[in-house]
């Protein structure tokens, strides 16, 4: 992927896909899901700039699991994969333990 740097507070953020089935087992089509409310940070602005221009970095930092609203930011298609840009202020918490998610051949 080519290298994108947000300016002033924007992140750029890749959504973390929900999974496909339920506990039950129940398969749940593209239709009926809402897009994911969770993303990972890939890229950071250099942070605001008050009117003293000071610079105040962002809280946020790549890598970063975070949880926004479900209308927050604009997407947009960097080399065919898709991102939401969003300011910081959009995001509404940091996930931080989050559990990763099983894959079919790890049960016991």
Do not use: C, W
């Not at 506990?23 to 700039?49: F, H, L, M, N, Y």
């Not at 949880?67 to 080399?79: H, N, P, R």
Request: proline fraction near 4%; glycine fraction near 12%.
């Amino acid at each position: 992927m080519a290298k994108f740097t947000p300016l002033h507070d924007r992140i750029l953020v890749r959504r973390v896909e929900e999974a496909e089935t339920t506990r039950g087992g129940i398969i749940i089509p593209d239709t009926a899901k809402d897009k994911p409310q969770e993303g990972e940070v890939i890229s950071v602005g250099k942070g605001k700039v008050n009117e003293d221009g000071k610079l105040f970095p962002l809280a946020v930092k790549e890598g970063d699991r975070i949880l926004f609203g479900k209308y927050a930011g604009t997407e947009i298609k960097l080399d065919g994969e898709d991102f939401v840009i969003m300011r910081e202020e959009e995001v509404l918490g940091i996930v931080t333990g989050a559990a990763k998610k099983e894959t079919a051949g790890s049960r016991r």
